[in-house]
């Protein structure tokens, strides 16, 4: 029942050990402001807008937009690349009709012994 008691604070007054003296707060600024040294205000001096100033925004927004172009630009490229080669590869193994042989083959110009010659380095 002690224990209880100790810890019931709704029944003491509350205590404030630390006190604000009478006007701290209604000059608390002027108080502030007379303590500071004086300076020059950073603010108060012009500042000259110079034309690289004014283009700098637009010249990296340019940039950001160019980067991003090559990036898919290179991104496309890669897999125009690809495709390329795999067309050349199904055009290398793409069977021809014997037709189409026999009339290459008579406009070509091609001796027998380089034609066997070709097949032979071939394999």
Known sequence: ????????????????PFTVPEGYF???TQNILASLPEQ???????????????IR???YAAAAFAGIFFCIKAAVGINSRNNAA???QIEETTIYSDE????FLETAMI???????TFVESN
């Open 1 to 16: 029942m002690e224990k209880e008691r100790l810890y019931r604070i709704d029944e003491h007054e509350p205590r404030r």
């Open 26 to 28: 209604e000059n608390l």
């Open 40 to 54: 020059e205000s950073i603010y108060s001096s012009k500042i000259i807008v110079t034309p690289w100033m004014r």
């Open 57 to 59: 925004p637009y010249l």
């Open 86 to 88: 795999e067309m050349a």
């Open 100 to 103: 189409y042989i026999d009339s």
């Open 111 to 117: 001796d027998d012994y380089t034609l066997y010659y």
